[in-house]
């Protein structure tokens, strides 16, 4: 068992250290465990523009620091991987890449939650009347389209979490989803099954349709639990892997060095919920 997509309390807004997401990896009997805390806001000036979002960007080297000393101090009981959850901020990719640059990650995971002026999974957007719902997803997957094209990231992060919110696309936007399946397959980035999705919307990132068709294009994926507190950890893995069986996919991507290693996926336990 794997989880890469976890989030402790620097951010502002998750629960527990990492040391605590760490123990409760081992009480579920991971084999490996990623850490991955939100990047700072590198574009804004503020050291930290908003705590209730992200680390201070004069956090960061005391974040990775943190991660490197309990991977270690752990080895002989668990793998802990070094990782970074990195906005994509159009513009910003050489810069965000000469600051990973600096840092021994095993991986990077790149999600797109800045688009319009407003997080991806912040309500105000939807509620302005006047707003047109196709424009939306058309501007929220013409980004991912841009950051697997640019990618300086292992990783795509929850790939389709405009839908997290619950608010359909009024027309059929298969072209879109189409187009963007395309462009990751072409980046060679690996996919994760981020199952905040199925929190937040009773369906996983991206959804059984998208992966199908990820998957026949030969995309590779891996799993990431989204986890802002250490309960979360390995949410709805039981699941995820029945959806990956159905899909016929049997291995999961796991990242050193930034090196891809595909695992075969073999004995499936249950964990969480
Ligand atoms: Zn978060
Ligand atoms: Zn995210």
Request: glycine share 8%.
């Amino acid at each position: 068992m794997i989880d890469y997509h976890t989030h402790h309390y620097r951010c502002g807004h998750a629960s527990g250290s990492l040391r605590d997401m760490i123990e409760e990896a081992i009480a579920k009997g991971f084999q490996q465990i990623g850490l991955s805390d939100h990047s700072p806001l590198f574009f804004y000036e503020e050291d930290h523009f908003n705590p209730g979002m992200t680390m201070a960007k004069s956090e960061f080297p005391n974040y990775v620091a943190e991660v490197i000393r309990l991977r270690d101090e752990y080895e002989k009981r668990i793998d802990v991987r070094v990782g970074v959850e990195s906005d994509f901020i159009e513009g910003w990719e050489d810069y965000y890449r000469s600051i990973y640059a600096q840092y021994p990650f095993d991986y990077i995971i790149g999600s797109v939650h800045y688009f319009g002026g407003y997080h991806v999974f912040d309500p105000k957007r939807w509620e302005d009347p006047s707003v047109d719902p196709d424009q939306i997803y058309r501007e929220y997957f013409t980004l991912i389209k841009k950051s697997v094209d640019r990618c300086f990231f292992d990783i795509l992060g929850h790939a389709d979490a405009v839908k997290g919110l619950k608010y359909p696309a009024s027309s059929d936007l298969t072209k879109e989803m189409d187009e963007t399946i395309e462009a990751i397959a072409k980046s060679g980035v690996t996919v994760e099954l981020n199952t905040s999705g199925v929190r937040k919307c009773g369906e996983v990132f991206p959804s059984p349709e998208f992966l199908y068709k990820l998957n026949k294009r030969g995309v590779t994926f891996t799993f990431g639990s989204d986890a802002h507190s250490p309960n979360e950890l390995g949410y709805a893995w039981t699941e995820t892997l029945h959806l990956l069986k159905e899909l016929g996919v049997s291995e999961l991507a796991t990242f050193k060095n930034r090196e891809r290693k595909m695992i075969e996926i073999s004995a499936v336990s249950a964990v969480g919920k």
